[in-house]
């Protein structure tokens, strides 16, 4: 039998809740902070006798889910709540009632609507990815459910290690079907991106294995390449006077495992295997134009696919997504997907909504709440 350190174990608790802290520190006040912390105790508390299936204290995942929430989908102080307690009504002897009591109503709701969802799975129903939405929207109204959901799969699917093979393979299955499509439709491709490599790292080992090493010993090459490539079109930013960063890429594990099967290639002859971001710091008002010359550079120097130019600037996504995104021909006959966008387009497609509103409100003293974004991510669920 393991001996358990409690004293090691409470100074990694206290640890993870600090940088929690540190996480959602641009976006609580020290009433948000109050609150956060009277949840953390709460938790511990109620999940303090429970372990998870790697030997770990239980409350080291609520922590994790609400770290998620704050730092990767930039949620504020009443998701990072919810996020702490999420499981708390679920596993607990705490009611909804006293979540309501001790936190008020619009936490309890969020709470509620946890719960329901994981009811639903724990009766093992199947269900369509349409069908799946739409029960979604039926269990709540309010999208901070779904994101809360999605920041507490995404750390199920990180500690997945632990479980059992089938187990393994029923949650990463029910992730690649249900979860990463919502990530997608949500806008928050970061996520969306890591449950869909996780999810084919549980289901087909082999096959991601297989993909990773390939990635793995090209990446030499393929950091020269694309340095060679984007010499020029530095040159001429700069030439230009712009702010800009440029980073290179290769696509996800996944992504390139649909491609295979889907145009029956192998690994060698998948169109662009790579991309390459270009991200300038524009005013708002230039950014459309900036972002089309960027375009015209590009294209000066390399030949591109016309089937393949996106254009999400004139025409965002309903989810708040933005960018411009074209296929060239680099040397060699090599494919790469480039993709132009300005800083505060970038900072939505990692994060969403929230930090478009977040970005308004430093740079623009806007008016625009993190509501306005809650509505704007409902509308999106609901189309």
Request: hydrophobic share 35%; proline share 3%.
């Amino acid at each position: 039998m393991v001996k358990i350190d409690r004293k090691k174990e409470d100074k990694e608790i206290l640890n993870k809740y600090r940088n929690l802290l540190r996480a959602c520190s641009d976006k609580t006040n020290k009433k948000d902070k109050k609150d956060i912390r009277a949840a953390f105790n709460l938790a511990v508390n109620a999940h303090k006798d429970m372990r998870r299936k790697s030997g770990e204290p239980y409350i080291y995942h609520p922590i994790a889910v609400a770290h998620i929430a704050a730092k990767e989908i930039g949620l504020g102080s009443t998701s990072i709540v919810c996020a702490l307690l999420h499981d708390v009504v679920e596993d607990t002897d705490y009611e909804i009632e006293d979540i309501q009591r001790l936190f008020g109503s619009k936490v309890a709701k969020i709470i509620e609507g946890l719960t329901k969802i994981s009811d639903v799975f724990n009766q093992d129903i199947s269900l369509q990815a349409e069908n799946f939405r739409k029960m979604l929207l039926t269990l709540s109204d309010d999208v901070r459910v779904i994101l809360i959901k999605l920041a507490d799969r995404l750390h199920n699917m990180r500690t997945l290690d632990s479980m059992p093979v089938d187990k393994k393979k029923k949650i990463s299955s029910e992730t690649l079907y249900l979860y990463a499509p919502l990530a997608h439709r949500l806008g928050l491709y970061p996520i969306k991106t890591e449950l869909e490599d996780l999810g084919l790292k549980h289901t087909k080992l082999e096959e991601y294995k297989e993909i990773s090493q390939k990635l793995i010993n090209t990446k030499e090459d393929r950091t020269k390449y694309i340095r060679k490539f984007i010499r020029p079109i530095k040159s001429v930013l700069k030439e230009k006077e712009f702010s800009f960063e440029i980073k290179g890429r290769p696509k996800s594990i996944y992504s390139i495992k649909k491609k295979m099967i889907k145009q029956n290639l192998d690994f060698d002859n998948v169109f662009d295997k790579f991309a390459v971001r270009i991200i300038i710091n524009t005013p708002l008002e230039r950014e459309k134009s900036d972002c089309w010359r960027v375009y015209s550079f590009v294209t000066d120097f390399y030949k591109p696919n016309p089937d393949r130019l996106r254009d999400w600037v004139s025409t965002p996504k309903v989810n708040g997504y933005e960018s411009l995104h074209t296929t060239v021909m680099g040397d060699d006959g090599k494919w790469v997907e480039v993709q132009i966008r300005s800083k505060r387009m970038d900072n939505i497609a990692e994060k969403g909504y929230a930090a478009h509103y977040r970005y308004k409100q430093k740079n623009e003293k806007s008016d625009d709440s993190l509501d306005a974004w809650i509505n704007k991510l409902q509308e999106a669920l609901e189309n």
